[in-house]
């Protein structure tokens, strides 16, 4: 198998506080590039890419609802890596030929950066989430 993997696209982090997460990382010279919203579970939640040279840090606040779990976390907040790729869909179907355990049942639109971009994630041996992202 020859997976494609342009880059580490980002790290994303689920905050508490959106704004106050995104004014400490403004503290260390990271600028916001991209700001949105997103739907979970019948709520809306709130996401910054935070970008420094080719460096980008997704910190998103999930709806309220769900807030209480990651405040409760105590091995810190990292949720998952996510690589870029050239082409999402010729990548999902690879990894589903290769039996890899993909969560989604296929890549998902979001409305992020300006034409959007479109993902999903697989599942490693100790369940930790890498996502494969292209942008639009």
Known sequence: ?????????????????????????????????MSSTFQHEGGEGKVAMMKQGDI????????????????SRKDGHIDHVAF?????????????????????????????WQKGCKYFNITGPDGERLEFNQIL
């Open 1 to 33: 198998m020859k997976l494609n993997l342009a880059r580490i696209q980002h790290i994303g982090i689920p905050v508490v506080d959106l704004a106050s997460s995104e004014a400490f990382y403004q503290s260390l010279g990271f600028t916001n590039v």
């Open 56 to 71: 980008i840090i997704e910190i998103y606040q999930m709806p309220d609802a769900a807030l209480n779990e990651i405040r």
């Open 84 to 112: 870029d790729v050239e082409d999402i869909d010729a990548t999902f179907e690879l990894l589903k030929k290769e039996g890899f355990n993909i969560i989604e049942e296929s890549p998902v639109f979001l409305a992020f």
